[in-house]
């Protein structure tokens, strides 16, 4: 198996599991914020936590996951398409290929939130 073959598969395991962290984590972070504010605790937390969301907020999650997975993969894929690269530029390039992804994983996000409230 090739080193890039390797890559991809680390890829295909990785992004999910990162969705699958930043959705526990949001809903942790969620936790904390309510413990602060009211002293609860797990088990009076998880009914109003449930009961609050509905299938609006899941699509809004599903939405913003696909583009943001969309994001991760196009921008490598785009950069990745361009020409050899010199040993100077690998620097730069690796910038390009975390930085570019990010702010426009924020920038959709940013946008996205507008239509989410009420």
Same mark, same amino acid.
């Given at each position: 198996?090739?080193?890039?073959?390797?890559?991809?598969?680390?890829?295909?395991?990785?992004?999910?599991?990162?969705?699958?962290?930043?959705?526990?984590?949001?809903?942790?972070?969620?936790?904390?914020?309510?413990?602060?504010?009211? &002293?609860?605790?797990?088990?009076?937390?998880?009914?109003?936590? !449930?009961?609050?969301?509905? #299938?609006?907020? *899941?699509?809004?999650? @599903?939405?913003?996951?696909?583009?943001?997975?969309?994001?991760?993969?196009?921008?490598?894929?785009?950069?990745?398409?361009?020409?050899?690269?010199a040993p100077?530029?690998?620097?730069h390039a &690796?910038?390009?290929?975390?930085?570019?992804?990010?702010?426009? !994983?924020?920038t959709l996000? #940013?946008?996205? *939130?507008?239509?989410? @409230?009420?």
């Amino acid at each position: 198996m090739t080193a890039q073959a390797c890559a991809w598969r680390g890829h295909l395991i990785a992004l999910p599991l990162g969705v699958a962290a930043a959705i526990i984590g949001s809903g942790a972070g969620a936790f904390l914020a309510d413990a602060m504010a009211r &002293s609860s605790n797990v088990e009076s937390f998880i009914p109003r936590f !449930i009961a609050t969301t509905d #299938g609006e907020d *899941l699509q809004w999650v @599903l939405v913003k996951s696909l583009g943001s997975a969309f994001l991760i993969a196009w921008f490598p894929w785009h950069l990745a398409r361009g020409t050899g690269l010199a040993p100077g530029e690998l620097a730069h390039a &690796s910038f390009r290929a975390w930085f570019w992804p990010e702010l426009s !994983i924020l920038t959709l996000h #940013g946008l996205l *939130l507008f239509p989410q @409230l009420p």
